[in-house]
Structure formats: structure tokens, C-alpha cells
């Protein structure tokens, strides 16, 4: 088996080098996460009339609550 590894510098314990290791490994193959297609937006968001105010409706002493909070 021919070492791919080496430490050239410093004296590093096992348990460094194997966290070196799992991290030079992990780097080199990505997990395989299944690619799922973007939820579609909606629309409504973009609708200007969105903000505008719901229309008043008229009837006995309307004009008493519209100027309630």
C-alpha cells in the first residue's frame, strides 16, 4: 500500500492525522443529495392591487365607523 499522505513537518498524533484524513476525504467526495426541482411561485406577490385597501361597503352609519380605527 503506498501512502498518499505525508506528513512532512512536526510530529502529529494518530488522532490528528485521522481527522486530517476524514476531512481531505470528505472534501473530495460531496454526499450525493438527490436534486429536486424549485417549488413554483406564486404569483399573487406580484400583484399590485394586493395593496391596495378591501372596498368599503356602504350601509346604516358607514360613515360613523370610517373614522374608527
Given at each position: 500500500?503506498?501512502?498518499?499522505?505525508?506528513?512532512?513537518?512536526?510530529?502529529?498524533?494518530?488522532?490528528?492525522?485521522?481527522?486530517?484524513?476524514?476531512?481531505?476525504?470528505?472534501?473530495?467526495?460531496?454526499?450525493?443529495?438527490?436534486?429536486?426541482?424549485?417549488?413554483?411561485?406564486?404569483?399573487?406577490?406580484?400583484?399590485?392591487?394586493?395593496?391596495?385597501?378591501?372596498?368599503v361597503a356602504?350601509?346604516?352609519?358607514?360613515?360613523?365607523m370610517s373614522?374608527?380605527?
Open positions: 500500500m503506498t501512502a498518499h499522505l505525508r506528513i512532512v513537518r512536526g510530529d502529529a498524533t494518530p488522532e490528528e492525522i485521522a481527522a486530517l484524513t476524514t476531512v481531505l476525504v470528505a472534501r473530495q467526495n460531496p454526499p450525493a443529495v438527490p436534486e429536486t426541482p424549485p417549488a413554483p411561485r406564486s404569483q399573487t406577490w406580484r400583484n399590485p392591487a394586493r395593496g391596495m385597501r378591501k372596498p356602504p350601509g346604516k352609519s358607514a360613515w360613523r373614522a374608527l380605527p
